[in-house]
């Protein structure tokens, strides 16, 4: 039994939520360079243009890359022979995101309830913490903030089975149509199959971790990744909507059984600033 | 490539009318921010018939929220929000509050449209995403309403070339409507 502190665990949570802020993993920025490079609308280019500036003006100057620093979404990954030793894992990843955020100058966006007291509570707490039992003696904590403004776009689509492959690439195509220029494209769009209601959502929000533009492991998958991608491009919808080729980087596909009844297709956009970052203990 | 015209705020009725839906603009001057909780609570003080904190005539509204401001720094990070969700709100500051424009990212409803063509009013996209460069823009942050409601607090800005695109112009073209239309390929 290997034992992790939860001293570690909140210093580490911390660190990543103001990595995650600042600075964009690489292979999102090479998507949006790329995207600079192949786009030919003149909004479209300038929108770009602003984006790829804004991300090493956010890096070189430590400043949040949007202002929306995010509810904070953390994916545990527990290996069993891991002891935590010294508190509640809950309360030091929550301890994490208050230091973090309140260190690097975060805006706090939680509220303390959802309808009933829209209060601030101040710190960005709570986080939403996914949490699995896996094999091993490891701790795998990914941390990803996540806007408001394209969580909002966010669809569920319980779909027929006879429904099939036409039936989710008219679902999620009509999903991105649909959310047009509100989820700040160029996005990158999450798609969980199978499973039931929450596995699916759960799966869409799993696609976004992947390095952009991977393709699924499942040949079949990646064929639909790539054919749902040119669908939404074609859209026209474009750069924050103003019009242009690039209105996804990528499409990515988790899938997952389930019943012989259901086909659910879940649909999480990502906006381009897709902030995620990942610790290994 | 791409041009920019340069405009001053408040906005000018007479240079409103000559902005046009896909213009680039550079913004210097005033811009007050607001955002959901402000929106919620200045029009329920307009419609229980008090004064509100905050005049809106002329002026242009930002729908952000910015990050808190390091030591010696005016501002955070201050990236626009979705306009859509202030949209129940619009139509009443453009015609009792004499708002002149708004800034923000994504679609507005035909409400807000139809009120900003009878008011002769502007909308502008920033980009989303792009706050720490427009913060680059921000010279001059101030609290002026609402201060506890955080970084929903309305703020008076003094920015410089504050980079935006007219969305919706004062004839009502939207670019959400023109630019997936000019740019969409048709499905055989």
């Known amino acids: 039994m290997r034992e992790i502190s939860v001293d570690v665990i909140t210093a580490e949570v911390a660190r990543l939520c103001s990595l995650a802020a600042c600075d964009l993993p690489a292979d999102v920025e090479a998507a949006l360079q790329h995207a600079r490079e192949t786009e030919e609308s003149d909004l479209g280019a300038f929108a770009l243009d602003e984006i790829c500036s804004n991300i090493r003006i956010a890096r070189d100057s430590r400043l949040p890359l949007c202002q929306d620093t995010g509810l904070v979404v953390v994916f545990a990954e527990v290996g069993q022979d891991v002891h935590i030793v010294g508190g509640s894992f809950e309360r030091a990843v929550n301890d994490g995101v208050a230091q973090g955020y309140e260190q ?178 | 490539m791409y041009q920019a015209k340069f ?84 139509p009443k500051l453009l015609k009792e509050a004499g708002l002149a424009g708004t800034i923000g990212k994504g679609p507005r409803s035909p409400q807000v449209v139809q009120a900003m063509v009878d008011a002769g009013a502007v909308y502008f996209a920033a980009i989303g995403g792009a706050a720490a460069l427009i913060a680059q823009t921000i010279e001059a942050c101030d609290v002026v309403a609402y201060d506890d409601l955080g970084p929903e607090a309305i703020r008076r800005l003094e920015v410089r070339d504050y980079p935006c695109v007219v969305a919706i112009d004062a004839q009502g073209a939207s670019i959400y409507e023109h630019g997936p239309r000019d740019w969409r390929i048709p499905v055989d």
């Open chain 2, 7 to 90: 405009v001053r705020t408040p906005l000018d009725p007479a240079v409103a009318a000559e902005l046009h839906c896909g213009d680039i603009v550079m913004l210097t001057g005033e811009l007050l921010t607001m955002r959901d909780a402000a929106h919620m609570r200045y029009v329920a003080a307009l419609e229980s018939g008090q004064e509100p904190p905050v005049d809106l005539r002329g002026q242009v509204v930002y729908y952000a929220g910015p990050t808190p401001a390091r030591p010696g720094h005016v501002i955070g990070s201050c990236g626009p929000t979705t306009s859509g969700r202030m949209d129940a709100f619009t």
């Open chain 1, 104 to 281: 690097s100058y975060l805006r706090a966006s939680m509220v303390r309830d959802p309808v009933l007291d829209r209060t601030n509570t101040g710190d960005n707490t709570p986080a939403i913490i996914h949490t699995r039992i896996v094999e091993g003696c490891r701790l795998a904590l990914t941390v990803l903030p996540k806007g408001g403004g394209s969580e909002n776009m966010t669809s569920l689509h319980m779909l027929k089975p006879a429904e099939g492959v036409d039936g989710v690439i008219d679902a999620v195509v009509g999903a991105v149509e649909k959310a047009g220029g509100n989820p700040c494209p160029p996005t990158i769009v999450g798609v969980g199959i199978g499973g039931n209601a929450e596995q699916a959502l759960l799966l869409s929000k799993q696609a976004l971790r992947r390095p952009v533009g991977q393709p699924s492991d499942h040949p079949g998958y990646a064929e639909l990744e790539r054919t749902m991608l040119a669908r939404i491009n074609e859209t026209g919808i474009g750069p924050q909507g103003f019009g242009g080729r690039t209105t996804a980087l990528a499409v990515h596909v988790e899938a997952f059984p389930t019943h012989i009844a259901m086909l659910p297709v879940a649909v999480t956009l990502q906006c381009h600033a897709s902030r995620h970052q990942t610790v290994v203990l």
